[in-house]
């Protein structure tokens, strides 16, 4: 595709639900990254793959994100038993190449994410 | 580990007047730096970025920036703004070499242009 496409564009979901939430990379994108942003705030990092592999996953919040790519394309995140803290945009990112050395990230418009 | 402090949250300005979007950063280690701008209801998108060399570095859209590495500063300025400019614009850093995937962001300066 022309851009990075994340959906849905706006999720509510009540307290205790499960969420999951779609990023297409840019054809050909070796790199792909999660952040979320609370609002008020800039985005905060929460993983990145290189392909398949999940090269890091410092900045999930809790074991309730989980996050996969399982074929190196489309991505996935997942909350499990949402909290009213999850409420945030959740921007995916993805790069040409490893993403590192000032590379340029090509962002989604984002999924906001309204839990109830 | 960084920071990125962007000291004002919203900067109103009159179209055609120059504008300044303050940035400072706090690192125990050299950073690349970077300004991000987000239109509404669009996904951010690069500006421009400082890795090494000239410590003035131009952008897309007339924008420039100029590291400092004394006052820890990367400030942007363009010198005649337009209506198209009103946007969210964030300033961040990355450690060089490894982890510098990881950008750290500030939390954003809201430019609004006033015609």
């Known amino acids: 595709g022309a851009g990075v496409s994340q959906s849905p564009r706006y999720k509510v979901a009540k307290r205790g639900q499960d969420v999951a939430l779609r990023c297409d990379p840019i054809s050909g994108h070796v790199s792909l990254f999660w952040y979320q942003q609370a609002l008020g705030q800039g985005p905060e990092f929460l993983t990145y793959?290189?392909?398949?592999?999940?090269?890091?996953k410092s900045g999930l919040p809790s074991d309730r994100f989980f996050a996969e790519r399982p074929e190196g394309s489309v991505s996935t995140l997942k909350i499990q038993r949402t909290q009213q803290e999850d409420s945030a945009v959740y921007l995916c990112?993805?790069?040409?190449?490893?993403?590192?050395?000032?590379?340029?990230?090509?962002f989604g418009s984002g999924t906001q994410l309204s839990v109830l | 580990a960084q920071s990125v402090t962007q000291l004002d949250s919203q900067v109103p300005v009159f179209e055609e007047a120059p504008v300044e979007l303050r940035c400072n950063y706090s690192s125990s280690v050299s950073v690349y730096l970077f300004w991000y701008v987000q239109y509404p209801n669009q996904g951010l998108q690069l500006l421009l970025k400082y890795l090494s060399g000239s410590t003035l570095v131009k952008g897309i859209n007339g924008f420039e920036a100029e590291f400092n590495k004394s006052q820890t500063s990367f400030h942007l300025r363009k010198p005649s703004v337009h209506i198209s400019d009103t946007a969210e614009y964030f300033c961040?850093?990355?450690?060089?070499?490894?982890?510098?995937?990881?950008?750290?962001f500030g939390k954003g300066t809201k430019l609004s242009v006033i015609p």
């Open positions: 961040a850093v990355s450690p060089p070499a490894a982890g510098s995937y990881q950008l750290t």
């Open positions: 793959f290189q392909n398949e592999a999940q090269l890091d």
């Open positions: 990112a993805s790069s040409l190449a490893s993403g590192g050395e000032g590379e340029k990230l090509f």
